[in-house]
């Protein structure tokens, strides 16, 4: 039986829009890829940074405690 020109020009046109979305696919998944990366590394930066504030959070608060430890029992007119 010969091919029928219709259904392979068809087929042929299919098959080339397959390729053409599969690559756009393929294009944004990079794309979304390598944007998911970049904010895991925003976050990772993120946080350091908290965990930087509350390392510094509990020496001034340790601070405090002991400028207060240190004023219990003096009179306030002792000056």
């Not at 020109?5 to 299919?14: D, F, R, T």
């Amino acid at each position: 039986m010969p091919e029928d020109p219709i259904a392979h020009s068809e087929h042929a046109a299919l098959t080339r829009h397959f390729e053409e979305v599969e690559e756009r696919h393929d294009r944004e998944f990079g794309i979304i890829k390598s944007d998911l990366t970049a904010v895991r590394l925003q976050i990772g930066n993120l946080d350091q940074k908290v965990e930087a504030l509350d390392k510094k959070i509990d020496r001034n608060q340790a601070q405090i405690i002991e400028l207060l430890t240190q004023l219990v029992g003096q009179r306030p007119d002792a000056g």
